[in-house]
């Protein structure tokens, strides 16, 4: 999840528990009334929480398994790379030896 996300579902949770407070206070209903529907409130801000950190896990795992299978195909492109770039420079050096045993060769 980030910041701003995260930043975002504080402001909301705080929102909803203010409310609750203040629908407590001006509540005209009996005690009984108001605790059972404050038990509601939490329950349902209970029940919110659950399935937005449920929702941010999975979104988080999804990233998280994005992530690691880009690094595997960029990991692959660069082996790859460095495989091509090896052959390269094997096979300069083979021209270079070459080069230098016929040169050695007519030299003597």
Known sequence: MS???G??????LS????????????????????????KD??????NDLKHKLSNAKNDLEDTYEDLVSNMNKKAEDIIS?????????????????NKTSSTSKTNS
Not at 7 to 12: R, W
Not at 82 to 97: D, H, P, S, V, Y
Request: avoid cysteine; hydrophobic fraction near 40%.
């Open 3 to 5: 910041n701003n996300s």
């Open 7 to 12: 930043n975002t579902f504080l402001a909301v």
């Open 15 to 38: 929102g909803v528990l203010i409310g609750v407070g203040i629908g407590i206070l001006f509540a005209p209903d009996k005690g009984s009334k108001t605790r059972e529907k404050f």
């Open 41 to 46: 409130g939490f329950d349902d801000a209970k």
């Open 81 to 97: 790379i460095l495989e091509e770039k090896l052959a390269e420079l094997k096979n300069q050096n083979a021209t270079l030896k």
